[in-house]
């Protein structure tokens, strides 16, 4: 008798198309489509804004960070698996990218950028998670809105820090040592 095998919640989301991204949050696969393009130029402006001075220490920038566009963050290796627009990790604590797409270090910040159809999964679900494995920073962009939301972790729980619209000048931690406009980000 042959046993059909189920393929593991992390095979479903290697099996996903190209076009579509996924996540495996609290056991359950989450799959959407590529971001609009509202939501790629904010991810592009932001990684460009903060990869320069944080991760290059040019234009006056501190340096000491990685910075990476959608990276497949595993909290738990192929288990617990969330994939942020952006996340950064200081130098010291991830000296060394990953030869694979596994980052396996839990990032020291992340952003989201919100889309209609992410920005529950992005607050709702995503957001717990990132406070139960230790993520210290948290960026929520809305790009519709025009608004930054700056989150700091403090004993387990999340703390706005700063709520930005427009064309206000961001210098939030933990990338307070230059400032940009946000009016970067919006298309």
Known sequence: MNAILKPTLYEQL???????TGELLNGE?????????KHGWAASALNIDLGSPFSYGRDGGPGGWRIVVEPEVHF?????????????WRRERMPNVPDDHRFEIVPDWVCEILSPSTAKKDRIVKLPIYARYGVQ?????????QTLEAFDLQ??????I????????????????????LADLWA
């Open 76 to 88: 738990i290796r192929d288990v617990e698996v969330a994939v942020p627009d952006l996340a950064g």
């Open 14 to 20: 290697m099996d996903l198309p190209e076009h579509v």
């Open 155 to 160: 004993q387990g729980r999340w703390t706005l």
């Open 162 to 181: 700063a709520t930005l619209k427009d064309d206000d000048q961001v210098a939030v931690p933990p990338f307070d040592a230059v400032a940009f406009s």
């Open 137 to 145: 920073h948290v960026w929520i962009v809305d790009p519709l809105a």
């Open 29 to 37: 696969l989450h799959a959407m489509p590529r971001p609009s393009g």
